[in-house]
């Protein structure tokens, strides 16, 4: 209990400053340990990207170097703390890409050595499960469906620091084809939002009903939906396969009607595994959706009308703490010194990955 009892006898209250560079977000957060509240936190978009139609790792890390000392000085000076008053340091240590974790775990860890503090490694994915707690008390056990662009994942959480991934998607994340689509279709980056966008001007109907992988197990698989979507629009001749070209006689309706037909195949996917989860696990008490893909307002209102029905409770985090943020991960690095369960990094070592 030694991590404990220190952060109870301080005589002022313990503070942690946490960052997020995993990818193209840098994002910073204050929580106060003591209190058990976020004080506090910041996030910078690289809107860079768009132009390139996806993530561009090389330019990700440039953006981080470029902005990572301005954002952490002006998260502390607008909440009147200084460097050396944060009692812990965390910091994202995986998944992601490694010149943008590098740039995030150097970082910190200069600041954690030059104050003679800790410096706590999170794990990105726990982050997400863990967002919903920034918000509201949640009841354990739950099930926790994890849709990002970069991940999807079903987890049966059990406390504040041990859960279960009962399944992942065997191919794309949930967001990957959703922003696929998108690029095929010339609708931008990121193609989550303008895909709903075009659903909602179809009020989500599900005209094309697009083929659902019909399993009974846990696991997710999008690639398949990614394919019938583009065989489909090969058949009526509007793709072409050798110059990899949408025809531009591809109607704006034909758009909106296979946008809310993905969203609904979506959808149904990510609702049969919980139904699935629920139906395995009596016990679970609530369900929550995180990551970027759980901004999706067809998606929440499904999963908050599935919940109702089972009698149970629906968790879905605000928009800014849906996407990537530094608030969750300093959630779990609260977490772990509660609990008494945290790592630290060693001076002289930088890991990457869990
Ligand atoms: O969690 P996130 O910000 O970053 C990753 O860790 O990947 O998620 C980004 C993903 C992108 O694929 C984006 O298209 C998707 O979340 N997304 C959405 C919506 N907003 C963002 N997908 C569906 N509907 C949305 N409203
Ligand atoms: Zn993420």
Do not use: W
Request: charged share 25%; net charge neutral; with cysteine.
């Amino acid at each position: 209990m030694s991590s404990l009892k220190n952060y109870m006898n301080k005589d002022h209250d313990v503070i942690i400053l946490a960052c997020e560079s995993s990818c193209d977000e840098t994002a910073f957060a204050l929580y106060n340990l003591t209190q058990k509240k976020l004080l506090d936190h910041t996030v910078y978009s690289q809107i860079v990207h768009e132009s390139f139609g996806g993530v561009v790792p090389e330019e990700a890390s440039k953006e981080h170097i470029a902005h990572i000392d301005t954002l952490c000085a002006q998260l502390l000076r607008k909440n009147n703390i200084l460097i050396d008053e944060i009692d812990y340091f965390a910091v994202t240590g995986g998944p992601g890409l490694p010149g943008s974790l590098l740039i995030g775990i150097g970082y910190m860890k200069g600041l954690a050595l030059k104050n003679k503090k800790k410096c706590i490694p999170v794990n990105h994915l726990e982050g997400h499960i863990y967002s919903p707690c920034l918000e509201n008390k949640i009841e354990f056990p739950h099930v926790c469906v994890s849709v990002s662009g970069g991940h999807t994942s079903l987890y049966y959480v059990k406390n504040e620091i041990e859960y279960r991934e009962l399944a992942t998607t065997m191919d794309d994340a949930a967001g990957e084809c959703l922003d696929k689509i998108a690029k095929l279709l010339n609708l931008g980056y990121p193609g989550g939002p303008i895909i709903e966008k075009l659903a909602l001007e179809n009020n989500f109907k599900d005209i094309r009903q697009y083929p659902r992988l019909k399993k009974n197990d846990f696991s997710f698989s999008f690639s398949g939906l990614k394919t019938a979507v583009l065989y489909d629009l090969v058949k009526e001749k509007l793709y072409d396969l050798e110059t990899k070209k949408i025809s531009s006689s591809l109607s704006d309706q034909l758009k909106r009607d296979i946008c809310s037909s993905l969203l609904c195949a979506v959808n149904d996917i990510i609702i049969s595994r919980i139904i699935l989860a629920l139906e395995n696990f009596c016990e679970i008490k609530a369900v929550t959706c995180v990551g970027g893909v759980a901004c999706n307002s067809f998606i929440q209102k499904n999963i908050n009308e599935l919940a109702k029905k089972k009698s149970i409770k629906c968790y879905i985090p605000s928009k800014k703490l849906c996407t990537d943020n530094a608030a969750m991960i300093v959630q779990v690095a609260a977490f772990k010194i509660l609990n008494n369960s945290c790592d630290s990094y060693k001076n002289d070592t930088v890991i990457i990955g869990f």
